[in-house]
């Protein structure tokens, strides 16, 4: 495998994380915040990869919200 095959191996890769992170965030938007609060509790006692990968949507969905200054924390179903 050359570099050029090995830089889009990487970017495709990087895209279909970015894709995933990004429909857990939406998925995780959408649960009402008490069920968060235990299913974050769940996955701390229980496991930390998943913690980890919790952390990652928490900071994706946070930096999406600083790209819109006027999310108003409602659902994507609710906005419309």
Known sequence: MNDKEKIEENDS?????????????????NIRPEFQKVIQT????????VRDVL??????????????????GLTKSEKS
């Open 42 to 49: 769940y996955f701390m006692k229980n496991n930390k990869k």
């Open 13 to 29: 890769l990087i895209l279909a994380w970015d894709q995933y992170i990004q429909g857990q965030a939406e998925l995780i938007e």
């Open 55 to 72: 952390n990652s949507i928490q900071e994706f969905t946070q930096k999406e919200e600083l790209k819109d200054p006027f999310h108003s």
